[in-house]
T-cell receptor
Protein backbone atom coordinates (compact mmCIF):
# COMPACT_ATOMS: atom_id res chain seq x y z
CA UNK A 1 0.00 0.00 0.00
CA UNK A 2 0.94 3.65 -0.17
CA UNK A 3 3.35 4.95 2.42
CA UNK A 4 4.44 8.37 3.55
CA UNK A 5 7.96 8.88 4.82
CA UNK A 6 7.94 11.70 7.34
CA UNK A 7 11.16 13.14 8.69
CA UNK A 8 12.64 13.81 11.05
CA UNK A 9 11.02 11.49 13.58
CA UNK A 10 11.82 13.89 16.39
CA UNK A 11 13.38 17.29 16.91
CA UNK A 12 14.67 19.00 20.02
CA UNK A 13 15.24 22.70 19.43
CA UNK A 14 15.78 25.97 21.26
CA UNK A 15 12.96 28.48 21.53
CA UNK A 16 13.21 31.01 18.70
CA UNK A 17 14.69 28.58 16.19
CA UNK A 18 13.03 27.73 12.91
CA UNK A 19 11.80 24.19 12.26
CA UNK A 20 11.46 22.26 9.05
CA UNK A 21 9.92 18.85 8.46
CA UNK A 22 8.84 17.03 5.34
CA UNK A 23 6.97 14.11 3.90
CA UNK A 24 7.75 12.15 0.77
CA UNK A 25 6.00 9.36 -1.04
CA UNK A 26 6.26 7.25 -4.15
CA UNK A 27 2.57 7.98 -4.77
CA UNK A 28 0.99 11.09 -6.24
CA UNK A 29 -1.46 12.90 -3.98
CA UNK A 30 -4.16 15.43 -4.79
CA UNK A 31 -4.20 16.96 -1.33
CA UNK A 32 -1.64 17.37 1.42
CA UNK A 33 -2.68 18.09 4.98
CA UNK A 34 -0.64 18.98 8.04
CA UNK A 35 -1.97 18.25 11.53
CA UNK A 36 -0.69 18.87 15.04
CA UNK A 37 -1.50 16.58 17.95
CA UNK A 38 -1.14 17.63 21.58
CA UNK A 39 -0.94 14.97 24.32
CA UNK A 40 -4.34 13.45 25.09
CA UNK A 41 -6.05 15.17 22.20
CA UNK A 42 -6.91 14.45 18.60
CA UNK A 43 -5.01 15.83 15.61
CA UNK A 44 -5.92 19.40 14.73
CA UNK A 45 -5.70 20.61 11.15
CA UNK A 46 -3.03 23.25 10.58
CA UNK A 47 -2.83 23.67 6.82
CA UNK A 48 -4.50 22.08 3.78
CA UNK A 49 -2.85 22.18 0.35
CA UNK A 50 -4.77 21.43 -2.84
CA UNK A 51 -2.54 22.36 -5.78
CA UNK A 52 0.96 21.35 -6.83
CA UNK A 53 3.36 24.16 -6.02
CA UNK A 54 0.93 25.79 -3.61
CA UNK A 55 2.56 27.65 -0.72
CA UNK A 56 0.25 28.42 2.21
CA UNK A 57 0.88 30.16 5.51
CA UNK A 58 -0.97 30.04 8.81
CA UNK A 59 0.68 32.47 11.20
CA UNK A 60 4.24 31.26 11.80
CA UNK A 61 3.56 28.06 9.84
CA UNK A 62 4.23 27.68 6.14
CA UNK A 63 3.61 24.56 4.09
CA UNK A 64 4.18 23.73 0.46
CA UNK A 65 2.71 21.16 -1.90
CA UNK A 66 5.61 19.78 -3.94
CA UNK A 67 5.64 20.25 -7.70
CA UNK A 68 5.87 16.49 -8.27
CA UNK A 69 2.81 16.02 -5.95
CA UNK A 70 4.84 13.41 -4.11
CA UNK A 71 6.09 15.56 -1.26
CA UNK A 72 5.29 18.39 1.10
CA UNK A 73 7.11 20.34 3.76
CA UNK A 74 6.11 22.31 6.84
CA UNK A 75 8.16 25.14 8.30
CA UNK A 76 7.64 26.76 11.67
CA UNK A 77 9.39 30.07 12.19
CA UNK A 78 10.55 31.45 15.54
CA UNK A 79 9.38 28.45 17.56
CA UNK A 80 7.74 28.94 20.97
CA UNK A 81 7.11 26.44 23.79
CA UNK A 82 3.47 25.88 22.77
CA UNK A 83 4.67 24.50 19.42
CA UNK A 84 5.55 21.30 21.29
CA UNK A 85 3.60 18.31 20.00
CA UNK A 86 3.51 15.75 17.25
CA UNK A 87 3.09 16.96 13.68
CA UNK A 88 1.55 14.66 11.09
CA UNK A 89 1.45 14.98 7.36
CA UNK A 90 -1.34 13.28 5.45
CA UNK A 91 -1.74 12.73 1.75
CA UNK A 92 -5.09 12.27 0.10
CA UNK A 93 -5.51 10.43 -3.14
CA UNK A 94 -7.83 11.65 -5.83
CA UNK A 95 -10.83 9.98 -7.38
CA UNK A 96 -13.29 11.26 -4.78
CA UNK A 97 -12.53 8.47 -2.35
CA UNK A 98 -12.46 10.16 1.02
CA UNK A 99 -11.16 6.99 2.63
CA UNK A 100 -7.79 7.25 0.94
CA UNK A 101 -6.03 9.49 3.48
CA UNK A 102 -2.54 8.24 4.25
CA UNK A 103 -0.72 9.51 7.35
CA UNK A 104 2.96 9.88 8.05
CA UNK A 105 4.21 8.53 11.37
CA UNK A 106 4.72 11.97 12.82
CA UNK A 107 7.47 14.35 13.88
CA UNK A 108 7.74 14.88 17.61
CA UNK A 109 8.80 18.45 18.35
CA UNK A 110 10.29 19.49 21.67
CA UNK A 111 11.12 23.15 22.35
CA UNK A 112 13.52 24.20 25.06
CA UNK A 113 12.72 27.61 26.58
CA UNK B 1 -20.11 24.61 18.46
CA UNK B 2 -19.64 21.09 19.83
CA UNK B 3 -17.99 19.73 16.68
CA UNK B 4 -17.08 16.10 17.02
CA UNK B 5 -17.25 14.25 20.32
CA UNK B 6 -16.17 10.77 21.30
CA UNK B 7 -17.26 8.72 24.27
CA UNK B 8 -16.07 7.31 26.50
CA UNK B 9 -12.67 9.03 26.74
CA UNK B 10 -11.22 6.05 28.60
CA UNK B 11 -12.33 2.42 28.73
CA UNK B 12 -10.90 -0.69 30.32
CA UNK B 13 -12.43 -4.04 29.46
CA UNK B 14 -11.57 -7.71 29.33
CA UNK B 15 -10.69 -10.01 26.49
CA UNK B 16 -13.76 -11.44 24.80
CA UNK B 17 -16.15 -8.68 25.83
CA UNK B 18 -18.06 -6.53 23.40
CA UNK B 19 -17.38 -2.82 23.57
CA UNK B 20 -18.80 0.08 21.58
CA UNK B 21 -17.11 3.42 21.06
CA UNK B 22 -19.36 6.32 20.21
CA UNK B 23 -18.76 9.21 17.85
CA UNK B 24 -21.11 12.15 17.32
CA UNK B 25 -20.68 15.18 15.07
CA UNK B 26 -22.79 18.31 14.86
CA UNK B 27 -21.56 19.61 11.50
CA UNK B 28 -23.78 17.36 9.33
CA UNK B 29 -20.63 16.17 7.57
CA UNK B 30 -21.20 13.43 5.03
CA UNK B 31 -18.04 11.46 5.75
CA UNK B 32 -17.02 9.88 9.03
CA UNK B 33 -13.97 7.79 9.84
CA UNK B 34 -12.50 5.60 12.55
CA UNK B 35 -8.75 5.34 13.08
CA UNK B 36 -6.56 3.63 15.59
CA UNK B 37 -3.27 5.12 16.71
CA UNK B 38 -0.45 2.89 17.88
CA UNK B 39 3.22 3.56 18.52
CA UNK B 40 5.23 2.83 15.42
CA UNK B 41 2.20 2.72 13.16
CA UNK B 42 0.77 6.22 13.26
CA UNK B 43 -2.90 6.55 12.36
CA UNK B 44 -4.49 3.65 10.54
CA UNK B 45 -7.96 3.70 9.05
CA UNK B 46 -10.37 1.05 10.35
CA UNK B 47 -13.65 1.93 8.64
CA UNK B 48 -15.22 4.92 7.00
CA UNK B 49 -18.65 6.01 5.89
CA UNK B 50 -19.62 8.26 3.00
CA UNK B 51 -23.20 8.77 4.18
CA UNK B 52 -25.90 7.19 6.31
CA UNK B 53 -26.14 3.45 5.64
CA UNK B 54 -22.94 3.47 3.55
CA UNK B 55 -19.79 2.07 5.13
CA UNK B 56 -16.54 0.71 3.78
CA UNK B 57 -13.44 -1.01 5.09
CA UNK B 58 -10.18 0.76 5.67
CA UNK B 59 -6.69 -0.62 6.19
CA UNK B 60 -7.32 -2.61 9.40
CA UNK B 61 -11.04 -3.59 9.63
CA UNK B 62 -10.74 -7.10 11.10
CA UNK B 63 -12.41 -7.47 14.49
CA UNK B 64 -14.46 -4.29 14.14
CA UNK B 65 -18.02 -3.52 13.12
CA UNK B 66 -19.53 -0.13 12.29
CA UNK B 67 -22.96 1.23 11.53
CA UNK B 68 -24.29 4.59 10.34
CA UNK B 69 -28.05 4.73 10.80
CA UNK B 70 -27.93 8.51 11.34
CA UNK B 71 -25.62 11.02 9.66
CA UNK B 72 -24.39 12.41 12.97
CA UNK B 73 -23.42 9.13 14.66
CA UNK B 74 -20.84 6.52 13.73
CA UNK B 75 -20.36 3.90 16.47
CA UNK B 76 -17.48 1.44 16.36
CA UNK B 77 -17.99 -1.99 17.97
CA UNK B 78 -15.42 -4.55 18.96
CA UNK B 79 -17.53 -7.70 19.04
CA UNK B 80 -15.03 -9.80 20.99
CA UNK B 81 -12.18 -7.64 22.21
CA UNK B 82 -8.59 -8.89 21.99
CA UNK B 83 -5.44 -7.50 23.61
CA UNK B 84 -4.14 -6.44 20.21
CA UNK B 85 -7.02 -3.98 20.03
CA UNK B 86 -5.64 -1.98 22.93
CA UNK B 87 -5.09 1.40 21.31
CA UNK B 88 -6.22 5.00 21.08
CA UNK B 89 -9.19 5.33 18.75
CA UNK B 90 -9.97 8.52 16.86
CA UNK B 91 -13.12 9.44 15.04
CA UNK B 92 -13.03 12.06 12.28
CA UNK B 93 -15.47 13.68 9.90
CA UNK B 94 -15.31 15.72 6.73
CA UNK B 95 -17.69 17.46 4.40
CA UNK B 96 -18.42 16.37 0.86
CA UNK B 97 -17.18 18.44 -2.03
CA UNK B 98 -17.21 17.34 -5.66
CA UNK B 99 -14.20 19.46 -6.60
CA UNK B 100 -11.74 19.04 -3.76
CA UNK B 101 -10.98 16.69 -0.93
CA UNK B 102 -12.17 18.31 2.27
CA UNK B 103 -9.90 17.92 5.30
CA UNK B 104 -10.89 15.63 8.11
CA UNK B 105 -11.53 16.98 11.61
CA UNK B 106 -10.79 14.73 14.57
CA UNK B 107 -12.32 14.05 17.96
CA UNK B 108 -10.20 13.87 21.11
CA UNK B 109 -9.94 10.09 21.08
CA UNK B 110 -10.90 7.10 23.22
CA UNK B 111 -8.11 5.33 25.04
CA UNK B 112 -9.09 1.64 25.16
CA UNK B 113 -7.26 -0.94 27.26
CA UNK B 114 -8.09 -4.62 26.97
CA UNK B 115 -6.86 -6.84 29.77
Amino acid sequence: GQQLNQSPQSMFIQEGEDVSMNCTSSSIFNTWLWYKQDPGEGPVLLIALYKAGELTSNGRLTAQFGITRKDSFLNISASIPSDVGIYFCAGQLGGGSQGNLIFGKGTKLSVKP
Amino acid sequence: DAGITQSPRYKITETGRQVTLMCHQTWSHSYMFWYRQDLGHGLRLIYYSAAADITDKGEVPDGYVVSRSKTENFPLTLESATRSQTSVYFCASSDEDLYSNQPQHFGDGTRLSIL
